[in-house]
């Protein structure tokens, strides 16, 4: 893979109950600014989302936040910001991210980043992109997630290689090498067509 140049977070518009989440939110920023990798988001100032953006932009990072116009006052979007681009839709929101980013990192958060970060990977599944996507397991808070992961694949809903291309992390720059390595195996999302099962 090439070089990253922006990698999107997903994250909680809580800062959730542990402070090592907004910690981690801090180390990213730092990882992404180290690395000359500039951050795409949800264009929020609240929670994790307000947290991680603020880091970057205090460290330099060229940050680009996507907010639907009727989440502007909703989430109070970061107005400091010098590429803040209101969109319509939650469509439009996750279709401008998709296109802007080389990658997609989920951090702790809640069903709003765990639909996008799938939905990511489902585009990937489908090679609707070849960008990798990854989970930044801060204190283990996708532990479960990842036992849930390891069952699909065991009950044959999902690929080996498809659970695989799911990279994972409590590191940030762990997971980032994982990003720059990464290429996307060549695998059908189908297991068996034949028999009319995934």
């Known amino acids: 893979m090439s070089k990253l140049t922006r990698v999107a977070v997903f994250c909680g518009s809580s800062p959730g109950a542990d402070p090592a989440y907004v910690a981690a ?7 992404f600014a180290a ?3 500039g951050l795409v988001y949800g264009g929020a100032n609240v929670g ?3 947290e991680i953006a603020r880091a970057a932009l205090a460290l330099g990072v060229p940050v680009t936040g996507v907010i639907p116009d009727f989440l502007v006052d909703y989430e109070v979007a970061m107005t400091e910001l010098d590429d803040l ?3 319509g839709s939650m469509h439009e929101r996750k279709a401008a ?19 996008e970060f799938f939905e990511a990977v489902t585009w990937a599944q489908l090679r609707l992109h070849s960008k990798p996507c ?11 997630l990842v036992d849930f992961l390891e069952h699909a694949v065991a009950e ?5 290689a498809h659970r695989a291309a799911i990279l994972i992390s409590g590191d940030p720059g762990a997971l980032l090498d994982q990003f720059e390595r990464y290429e996307a195996a060549p695998s059908d999302k189908w297991i068996d067509r034949r028999r009319g099962r995934i």
């Open 25 to 31: 939110a801090r180390r990213l920023a730092e990882t």
């Open 35 to 37: 690395r000359e990798i």
């Open 48 to 50: 994790l989302m307000g």
């Open 85 to 87: 681009r209101v969109v």
């Open 97 to 115: 991210v998709a296109e802007l980013a080389d990658g997609f990192i989920a951090m702790p958060g809640g069903l709003g980043t765990l639909e």
């Open 134 to 144: 990854g989970l930044f397991d801060v204190n283990g808070y996708y532990s479960r």
């Open 156 to 160: 044959r809903f999902v690929k080996p």
